[in-house]
C-alpha cells in the first residue's frame, strides 16, 4: 500500500476529488494548508506598508491506497490540479505498513 | 429694559439629545475600527481600552471635568473653577444657551470620551490595562480639560482672546489625542517585532463597520456643535459628508499611483482622515472648502502614516497620521477658507481676510499640540515608574486578551471551543449553588 499526500492550489481540489472518484477511491483526507516552492509568496499593502507574505494557501490531500493503482493515482492528481502555472504544487507518495478500519478491525488492503 | 429670561427651545434640545447619542456611538465605532485593525490575539484588549473609556471618562467628567473646563473662568482663560464639581447646582431647570446645561454637558462629555479613547491607537498590543484605568481618568483632567477650557469655556484665550477659530474639536479632540499618542507611543516604545513581523490588521470587514459607524457618529459630532436645529447645523452636517467622500477619494488616488491597488484600509482610512479635517472647519467654511479640506487631508495623512517607519516610532494604528496631521490641516486650513458668510467672523487669506486669521490658528496648533506632548509625556513617565506602562513581554507576545482578560476572541479549531483547547468547566455558579 501507498500513501499518497498532495499538495495543490485550493481552487483544484474539486477536479482532483472527482478524478480520483473516477478512478475509484473511497475516500480521502484534505487539510487546509500553506507555505511556498518556487513561486515564494505574495505582496499585501496596508496603509502604504508593503507585507511579503511568504506562505500561500494550499490544501493537502491524503490517500491511501494499493500499490497497484498507486501510479494511476498519482498520474489522475497531477492532471487534475495542473494549470502549468507557477505554485500548481507537488505529489509524492510513501511505503504504508498498515491500514486498520476503526469500525470493523479489518487490517490490509481491505480496510482501505 | 430686562432681557428674556434664557428658555429650552424644544427643537434645539430634540436635536442636541440625538447629536448626544450619535457621538456617543463613536466610541463603540472607534473600538471596531481599531480592533479590526489589531492581531487576532489582542482584539479584545482593543476593545475593552475604548469601551473602559466611556466609564471613567463620564465618572472624571461630572466629578470634575465638566465644572473644570466649562465652569467660570477662574485663571487668566487657562481653567474653569469647581463650582459645578460633582455636578453641583445644576437641574433639570438649567440652561445653557437654548438647550438644558444638563444636555450640553453630556454632549460635551461624550466628545471627551472618544478623545481619551483615541489614543489607545497609538500604543495598542502592548500596554498594560491597569496603568490604562489610571492613565485615562488623569489625562482627561490634565489634558483634554484645560485645553477645553482654552478653546470653548467662558473666557478660554483661544477663542475669546486670541480669536482663533475652532467649531467642534480640531484642538481639543484630534490634535491633543494625536499629540499625546505620540508621546505615549515613545514613552512605550515599539512593539515587539516592529519593522519586522507583518503585523497586518486581522479583520477589514470590522474595521468597515466601525469606520461606518464613526462616520455615522461624526454628524452628530460636527452639525450638533451648532447646539441647535438651525442652518448652520446643516451646514456642518453637509460639510462633514463632503470632506469625508474627499478624504476617501484622496487617499484611495495616492494609493493606487503610489502602490498601484486601491485598498479598503485605505479608504476607511481617508474617509476618517476627511473627517478629522473637516472636525474644527465645519462650521467655518462653505462646502467648496469643505471639499478641499478633506482632499488635502486625505492626501497629505496617506503619505503620513509612513512616517512611523522612517522615524522609527510605533505608532500602532496610526493616531498622529491621521489625527494629529488631520487635525493640524483641518485647523489651519480655516485660516485659507473660513467664510464670513458662515462665522460672521474673520475672513480666511482666501476670501481676503489677510494672513492673521492663519498666523492665530498656528499659534493655537503649536500651543495645543506642545502642551498635549509636554504633559502626556510627563504623565507617561510618571505611570512608567510608578505602576509600569508596558504589558510583560510574554504577554505581548501570547497577546493582551488571553493573558489579561481571560478570554479570546475567535474559535477557529475543530477540537476546542477556543483556546485553551479542551477546557473543561473547573468552576461555575451551578457548581458552587449545589455545593452550597
Known sequence: ?112 | MTLAAPHVDTGDTAWLLAATALVLLMTPGLALFYGGMVRTKSVLNMLMMSFVSIALVTVVWLAAGYSLAFGDDSFGGLIGGLGHAGMSGLGPDSVHGSVPTLLFATFQLTFAVVTAALISGAVADRTRFAAWLVFVPVWTLLVYVPVTHWVWGPGGWIMERLGALDFAGGLPVEITSGASGLALCLVLGPRLGFKRDAMRPHNLPMVMLGAGLLWFGWFGFNAGSALGANGLAAAAFLNTLAAGCTGLLGWLFVEQRRDGHPTTLGAASGAVAGLVAITPSCGTVSVLGALAVGLAAGVVCSYAVSWKFRLNYDDSLDVVGVHLVGGVIGTLLIGLFAEKAMTGGPQGLFYGGGLAPFGKQLLAVVVVAGYAFAVTYGLGKLIDRVLGFRASEEQEHTGLDLTVHAETAYDHGVLGHGAPVSASVLSSGQKVSNQA
Open chain 1, 1 to 112: 500500500m501507498k500513501l499518497i499526500t498532495a499538495i495543490v492550489k485550493p481552487y483544484r481540489l474539486d477536479e482532483v476529488k472527482t478524478a480520483l472518484q473516477e478512478l475509484g477511491v473511497h475516500g480521502l483526507t484534505v487539510t487546509e494548508a500553506s507555505g511556498y516552492g518556487r513561486q515564494r509568496g505574495h505582496t499585501e499593502v496596508y496603509r502604504g506598508a508593503e507585507y511579503r507574505v511568504d506562505l500561500v494557501p494550499k490544501v493537502r490531500i491524503e490517500v491511501v491506497v494499493e500499490d497497484a493503482v498507486a501510479d494511476d493515482v498519482i498520474d489522475a492528481i497531477v492532471g487534475a490540479a495542473h494549470t502549468g502555472k507557477i505554485g500548481d504544487g507537488k505529489v509524492w507518495a510513501v511505503p504504508v505498513e498498515t491500514v486498520v478500519r476503526v469500525r470493523t478491525g479489518e487490517r490490509g488492503p481491505d480496510a482501505l
